[in-house]
């Protein structure tokens, strides 16, 4: 039998006021050897109609001057907001029942909130409810099985939860998930590339460097030669420059020999000193392509060649013309042209700038294209060859796939930090989509830490139709993946940067603390979860605390997340002032 604390006096469509007993104004009561909870803000209490009960959380009190007792006191008025109903021993979320005045109000015994939180025979638990201090064990089935967005602004605990919810899994579940799952960490700012999430038996690390090379993130040759991966690399517009590199990836898978590409480049040279009336630009992307392929002597012949612009010709300093005859190309440059080999170790990247100078050179002289058109992607390949080489290795050999691989941005330009995350996505989503089954037999979760760096539409250091072609596939990947087993999950300090089409396809959510008000005017109008007295906590909430709520929860909770062991923790500490100023 539970404690009588008071009884029903008004029903206010889904907003109930009961009457609270004097006596029953203590914070915490012990009954038949049963621990209870007073009535107070945030704690539970249930209505008995008929054979149900119904759970009401507190959400206000106030002293009805209106109403006096039998005491002569004014009367202690308590709202309450039915949040379920308890029926043969069980839980149902949702107000299915509504009370009558004069139902009898009872306090909640403690065991029953695991009942409430569904965390019953679990043991998957981060951390305890903030108030009640009862550990929570999260439906792991339902919430690994969406995209999840952890937010909270900095120093609010959000890099621990996001380590602890996956370090808990791996502990529990590595062995079952190794060769079913993958996890990706995108780590901007280096914080998982030690002892954190799981064991290194399990792990691969890519810490990537544009300034000094360090580890190169393996790309496979079918991902690297295709329009889109290279549009995206190099930033092509739509409509000019995507199908220029359309011809150039056509053009390699045709002819994919050695062989077929040294042919390919001779016979270029030829072409561009045996035309008539030759752009002058061609002069400057011959020479492009010979300084590629590292070629002194033909390099040392180009260096006397130069344009005659009332001629419109090539012609060299002893008076040598390039005519249509071929004549002077033979007798100048063909035979260091047909010794021509190409240099050891040619990257995919460098063979991929030498065939658009080559396919430049083609349509220029085919009159398909204007160079204006077609020489900022150029720049852009000459300009993004330095760092993509440092960072990316295109491979024909087996690529390691391990449960969990962290790549590190950390010492990355800002240019990779906003192209690389975008192509690592594409390079596990579209394989992972082509072979994937129905359902799908394997997964793939994508972390992306401090993801407002690459999903946030208030970037301007590039163009927008760069931008919306990567928010776009970031869109399609979140409302897309979860058919084809492939989920997101988001950390970020600003959720009101990301695109609020990201944002509304996110299951569930781990807030912490926010104060902005566009964070919290998103949270408002995204999160249809959510109720308006864990809304008003968030501002306030404390370092480790967050509210947890979205589709694989019953109700919104208020967590306190457990600190990680040290040796477990993010790299994302604060500094310590008073340490590093010791004398």
Same mark, same amino acid.
């Given at each position: 039998m539970s404690i009588l604390v008071g009884e029903v006096i008004a029903v206010n469509g889904v907003k109930v006021s009961i009457k609270v007993f004097e006596e029953s104004n203590k914070d915490t009561l012990f009954y038949d050897g049963t621990k209870y909870k007073g009535v107070s803000i945030r704690e539970y209490v249930q209505i008995e109609r008929g054979f149900k009960k119904i759970i009401c959380i507190v959400e206000g009190e106030y002293l009805d001057e209106k109403r006096i007792d039998d005491d002569y006191h004014h009367v202690r008025t308590v709202?309450?907001?039915?949040?379920?109903?308890?029926?043969a021993g069980k839980f149902f979320e949702g107000i299915k029942h509504l009370p009558l005045i004069k139902d009898p109000v009872y306090l909640l015994e403690e065991n029953k909130l695991s009942d409430i939180y569904g965390n019953v025979g679990g043991d998957f638990v981060i951390g305890n409810l903030l108030k009640e201090e009862f550990p929570v064990s999260l439906p792991w089935q339902k919430l690994f099985n969406s995209h999840i967005g952890i937010f909270g602004n900095t120093g609010s605990g959000k890099s621990n939860t996001l380590t602890n919810l996956y370090t808990t899994l791996f502990d529990k579940k590595i062995e079952s998930i190794n060769g079913k799952?993958?996890?990706?960490?995108?780590?901007?700012?280096?914080?998982?590339?030690?002892?954190?999430l799981t064991t290194p038996q399990h792990k691969s690390i890519y810490n990537l460097n544009t300034r000094n090379q360090e580890d190169l993130f393996p790309l496979a040759k079918a991902e690297f030669w295709d329009t889109d991966t290279l549009s995206l690399l190099f930033q092509a517009t739509q409509n000019t420059q995507k199908p220029f590199i359309n011809r150039i990836v056509n053009g390699k898978l045709r002819f994919d020999t050695d062989d077929n590409f040294l042919n390919y480049i001779k016979s270029t040279y030829g072409k561009v000193f045996s035309v008539a009336s030759p752009h002058p630009e061609l002069l400057d992307l011959i020479r492009d392509?010979?300084?590629?392929?590292?070629?002194?002597?033909?390099?040392?012949?180009?260096?006397?060649?130069?344009?005659?612009?009332?001629?419109?010709?090539?012609?060299?300093?002893?008076?040598?013309?390039?005519?249509?005859?071929?004549?002077?190309?033979?007798?100048?440059?063909?035979?260091?042209?047909?010794?021509?080999?190409?240099?050891?170790?040619?990257?995919?990247?460098?063979?991929?700038?030498?065939?658009?100078?080559?396919?430049?050179?083609?349509?220029?002289? =085919?009159?398909?294209?204007?160079?204006?058109?077609?020489?900022?992607? /150029?720049?852009? !390949? $000459?300009?993004?060859? %330095?760092? +993509?080489?440092?960072?990316?290795?295109?491979?024909?050999?087996?690529?390691?796939?391990?449960v969990v691989t962290i790549i590190s941005l950390r010492k990355c330009n800002q240019d990779i930090k906003k192209v690389l995350p975008l192509l690592i996505a594409k390079h596990y989503y579209n394989p992972h989509k082509a072979s994937v089954a129905n359902p799908p037999d394997k997964t793939i979760h994508l972390i992306i830490d401090e993801a407002h760096n690459v999903l946030s539409q208030q970037s301007t250091r590039e163009s927008e139709s760069w931008k919306d072609y990567r928010l776009e596939t970031f869109e399609e990947i979140i409302k897309e993946g979860r058919k084809f087993g492939i989920f997101l999950t988001l950390s970020s300090q600003r959720p009101a940067d990301i695109s609020p089409?990201?944002?509304?396809?996110?299951? =569930?959510?781990?807030?912490?603390?926010?104060?902005?008000?566009?964070? /919290?005017?998103? !949270? $408002?109008?995204?999160? %249809?979860? +959510?109720?308006?007295?864990?809304?008003?906590?968030?501002?306030?909430?404390?370092?480790?605390?967050?509210?947890?709520?979205?589709?694989?929860?019953?109700?919104?909770?208020?967590?306190?997340?457990?600190?990680?062991?040290?040796?477990?923790?993010?790299?994302?500490?604060?500094?310590?002032?008073?340490?590093?100023?010791?004398?």
């Open positions: 709202d309450l907001k039915p949040i379920g109903y308890f029926e799952s993958q996890f990706v960490v995108v780590d901007f700012n280096g914080e998982y590339t030690n002892g954190q392509i010979t300084n590629i392929l590292d070629n002194r002597a033909i390099k040392s012949t180009l260096k006397t060649v130069a344009y005659h612009g009332n001629g419109n010709k090539f012609y060299t300093n002893d008076g040598t013309y390039f005519n249509a005859d071929g004549a002077g190309y033979r007798n100048k440059l063909e035979d260091d042209v047909d010794a021509l080999t190409l240099p050891p170790g040619l990257s995919d990247l460098d063979q991929f700038s030498i065939r658009c100078h080559i396919q430049l050179i083609r349509d220029l002289i =085919n009159g398909y294209v204007q160079f204006d058109f077609i020489q900022p992607l /150029l720049k852009r !390949i $000459d300009s993004s060859l %330095s760092n +993509l080489t440092k960072v990316i290795q295109v491979t024909d050999g087996p690529i390691p796939n391990k089409t990201i944002v509304s396809q996110i299951h =569930n959510f781990f807030i912490h603390r926010l104060v902005n008000e566009r964070d /919290l005017f998103l !949270i $408002d109008n995204t999160i %249809s979860t +959510l109720d308006s007295m864990s809304r008003n906590m968030i501002p306030n909430l404390s370092r480790g605390s967050c509210v947890i709520t979205g589709a694989a929860f019953d109700l919104p909770m208020l967590l306190q997340v457990d600190e990680l062991e040290k040796e477990k923790q993010p790299d994302s500490e604060d500094v310590n002032l008073q340490t590093l100023w010791t004398e």
